[in-house]
C-alpha cells in the first residue's frame, strides 16, 4: 500500500477508507497529479480485504472546484484529444471499483468536482455544500460525466439549466432534486459519512458488492436486462455463506455475524 501522497491524505478505521482531497491552495482542483493518486488511493482500498467501503471528502471549503484550469489553460484540442483527457486513473478507479464510495461534499463541488462526486455511489452533502457545471462560463463544457449524470440524476430540465447557465445549486436544492440523499450540518459531515460508511462495510461484502452492481445497472441498461441482472444477482446471493448466516440469525433473533466482510 503506498502511503505517501502528495495532493490527498488517506486514513483507514475499521473497514472503512477516507481519502481526503487535499490541494487547498486551489480549493481541491483536480490536476492529473490528484487524479492519479486518487485513482492508485481507490484501487489500493477497493483491493484491500480489510476495507468494506470507502469515503472521498475534500475542505470545508472545497470538495472540489473542478479541473485544474491553470493546467488546462496552455493546451490545444490535440494535446486534450491525443491523451483521451479526462481519462486519468482516478477517473476509471472510481468507476471500476466494487466496493461502494461515498461522496462527502462540504463546500464547492463545480465542474469536475460535481462529476467526480457524481461518480461516487452516493452523495452525503454538507449544508454548506453548492453543486454546479460552470465549464460554460469558462468556454468549455463538462467532460468527464457531468451531462450525463447530472441529467439521470436530476431530470433534463434542471440538468439543462445548471449546464447551460453555469448556476450553482445548494444543498437543499441538490437534496430535493434527488442529486444527493442526505444533507447534514457542515460539523457532522463527516461523522455522518463514516457513519453511514461503517454500516456499509458491517454488512456481507459479496452482497454489497452486488447491490452496488445492480444499482448502477439501472443507469447503463433499459428496464428488462437491469430486472434480469437483479433477479440472477438475487438468485446469487442463495449461493453465499453470507446468505445462510443472515437468515439463520434473523430466525434465531441474534445478531448475523457475516463471514466475508
Ligand atoms: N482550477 C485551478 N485553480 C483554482 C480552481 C480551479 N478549478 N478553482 C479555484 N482555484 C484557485 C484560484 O485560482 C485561487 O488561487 P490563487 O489564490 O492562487 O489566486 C484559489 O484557488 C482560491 O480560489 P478563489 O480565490 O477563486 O476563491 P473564491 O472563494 O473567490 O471563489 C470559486 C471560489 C467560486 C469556486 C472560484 O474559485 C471558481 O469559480 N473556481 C472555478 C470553478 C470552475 O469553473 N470549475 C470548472 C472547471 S472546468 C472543469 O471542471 C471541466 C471538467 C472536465 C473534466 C474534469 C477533469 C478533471
Redesign the pocket.
Known sequence: MRMSYRCILIESRERVALITLNRP???N??SDEL?DELGTAIAEFDGDDGIGCLVITGSD??FA????????QAQNFFDVFRRD??S?AG?SAARRARKPIIAAVAG?A????C??AMACDLIIAADTARFG???I??G?????G?TQRLARAVGKSKAMELCLT?RLMDAAEAERAGLVSRVVPAAELLAEAQQTAATIASHSLPITMMIKEAVNEAFETGLREGLQLERRLFQSTFATEDHKEGMAAFVAKRAPKFKHR
Open positions: 491552495e486551489a480549493l482542483a483536480l487524479m471549503k472545497a472546484a473542478g479541473a485544474d484550469i491553470k493546467e488546462l483527457f479526462p486519468a477517473w464547492y463545480l465542474g469536475g468536482g462529476e467526480l457545471q460552470p465549464e462560463t469558462i468549455t463544457m463538462p467532460g468527464a457531468g453555469g
